[in-house]
C-alpha cells in the first residue's frame, strides 16, 4: 500500500518562507507530484519530481529524495493568495495516492 | 488547449436517490480518465479510472459506478445514495498514465 504523510497546519507571515514535507512509503514509485487547493475549489497542478533534486519554478521548488522517501514544497515571498491546502501525491503503479494535504495559512 | 467540465456544481439528494455526474474533457484524444472523491478535511481518495472506452478500473468497493460510453466522457453513477456518498467528487484526465493529471471543477455532493 501507500503511506504519505504531510503535516496538517503551518502558518506563515506575508512575504516569508515555508517548507511543507512529505514522507512517504509505496511500492512501485515512479514520480511525486505536488498539487494547490484554494478552499472550495479543484487541485491545481505545481510541480512534479520524478528525478533526486530541486525544481524551481519561479517562488515555488520542490525537492526530491528517492532514497529517503522525502520530499518538500518550498514556497518563496509568500503572498496572501498562497494561503491553500497543498497535496502531496506519488504516482504508483500509474496511478496517483494523495496524501491528506497542508494547510497553509498567509497572515499579514 | 484541453478544458475538462463536470456538472453539476451542486447537487443535494435524498438519501436511497439515484445519481450520475458527467465529465467530459476536450481538446484531445483517447485521454486516461479518473474519479476521485474528497471527503470534508480529507486527501482525495481514488475511486476508478479508465484507459479508454468501456474499460473501467474500480479503486475502492462501495455503491458507486462508473462508465465511459465515449472516448471523453466519463460517467459517475450510483443506484441508491447512502449518508457517507456526500463529498467533493472531481474528474480528472492525463495524457498518459503516469503523466500529470489535470482536475475538473468538482461536483459538490450532499446527501440528505
Known amino acids: 500500500g501507500q503511506n504519505i504523510d504531510q503535516p496538517t497546519e503551518m502558518t506563515a507571515t506575508e512575504g516569508a518562507i515555508v517548507q511543507i514535507n512529505c514522507t512517504y512509503q509505496?511500492?512501485?514509485?515512479?514520480?511525486l507530484f505536488w498539487y494547490q487547493q484554494h478552499a472550495g475549489e479543484a487541485p491545481t497542478f505545481l510541480s512534479y519530481?520524478?528525478?533526486?533534486g530541486l525544481e524551481e519554478k519561479g517562488r515555488f521548488s520542490s525537492f526530491l529524495s528517492r532514497s529517503k522517501g522525502y520530499s518538500y514544497l518550498l514556497l518563496k515571498e509568500l503572498q496572501m493568495k498562497d494561503s491553500a491546502s497543498y497535496l502531496c501525491a506519488v504516482t504508483y503503479d500509474y496511478k496517483l495516492s494523495f496524501g491528506a494535504g497542508t494547510t497553509v495559512t498567509v497572515r499579514a | 488547449s484541453q478544458t475538462i467540465h463536470q456538472w453539476p456544481a451542486t447537487l443535494v439528494q435524498p438519501v436511497g436517490s439515484p445519481l450520475s455526474l458527467e465529465c467530459t474533457v476536450e481538446g484531445t484524444s483517447n485521454p486516461n480518465l479518473y474519479w476521485y472523491r474528497q471527503a470534508a478535511g480529507r486527501g482525495l481518495q481514488l475511486l476508478f479510472y479508465?484507459?479508454?472506452?468501456?474499460?473501467i478500473s474500480s479503486e475502492v468497493p462501495q455503491n458507486l459506478s462508473a462508465s465511459r460510453p465515449q472516448d471523453r466522457q466519463f460517467i459517475l453513477s450510483s443506484k441508491k445514495l447512502l449518508l457517507s456518498d456526500s463529498g467533493f467528487y472531481l474528474c480528472?484526465?492525463?495524457?498518459?498514465?503516469?503523466?500529470?493529471?489535470?482536475f475538473g471543477p468538482g461536483t459538490r455532493l450532499l446527501v440528505l
Open positions: 480528472a484526465w492525463s495524457v498518459r498514465r503516469e503523466e500529470t493529471q489535470y
Open positions: 519530481n520524478v528525478l533526486d
Open positions: 509505496t511500492s512501485g514509485f515512479n514520480g
Open positions: 479508465s484507459v479508454g472506452i468501456g474499460q
